[in-house]
């Protein structure tokens, strides 16, 4: 029991050492107030960008699960809320831009609107020009505005006959 009690201890030991939850505290001096509070870290930044960029990743993922089963408003809340935080890298925000662009072209999606498909493409295009779905955009975009274009001619000869 005891050489059971003592190797848990060891591996809970050297698990801390690996992940940096010992080493970190070893280099930094405690404050002595709660003043110096603000510059005591747990961690570092590259361990936060990391931790921001998996989030990134795991937001995209879980919208586009989402987007699947249906339920497009939070799917799109989400790929805006990853699109806006310019802490994630540029391929995660225009993915979500991408992804964005599709989901309002989608013709399963009730509220499907070509207008916002060719927006957010043309948005990806300006705001990423070394995106590598910017081609794939502008020919999405272009495309849709050719849709258009026929619609619209559709409807001008419906309503004149």
């Known amino acids: 029991m005891k050489l059971l009690i003592i190797f848990i ?21 405690i404050p002595k107030s709660a003043a110096g509070l603000e510059e005591f870290q747990i961690g570092d ?7 921001k960029q998996k989030n990134a990743n795991a937001k995209l993922v879980y919208a586009d699960n989402l987007i699947k089963l249906g339920d497009y408003q939070l799917g799109i809340r989400i790929y ?3 699109y806006n935080d310019v802490k994630y890298r540029e391929d995660q925000r225009d993915d979500a831009i991408f992804k964005l ?5 989608s013709v399963l999606y009730e509220e499907a609107d070509i207008s916002k498909s060719i927006y957010y493409y043309e948005l990806l295009i300006t705001e990423f020009p070394l995106s590598d779905r910017r081609l794939e955009a502008f020919q999405r975009s272009q495309l849709l505005r050719l849709q258009l274009e026929e619609r619209e001619i559709y409807k001008r000869n419906n309503t004149t006959e």
């Not at 930044?45 to 931790?51: A, C, P, S, V």
């Not at 662009?101 to 072209?105: A, F, L, N, R, V």
Request: net charge negative; proline share 0%; with cysteine.
């Open 9 to 29: 201890c060891c591996f809970v030991l050297f698990s801390c050492a690996e992940h940096k939850l010992v080493k970190d505290f070893e280099k930094q001096e």
């Open 45 to 51: 930044e590259e361990e936060d960008y990391i931790k």
């Open 80 to 82: 805006l809320e990853v």
């Open 101 to 105: 662009g599709k989901t309002y072209e």
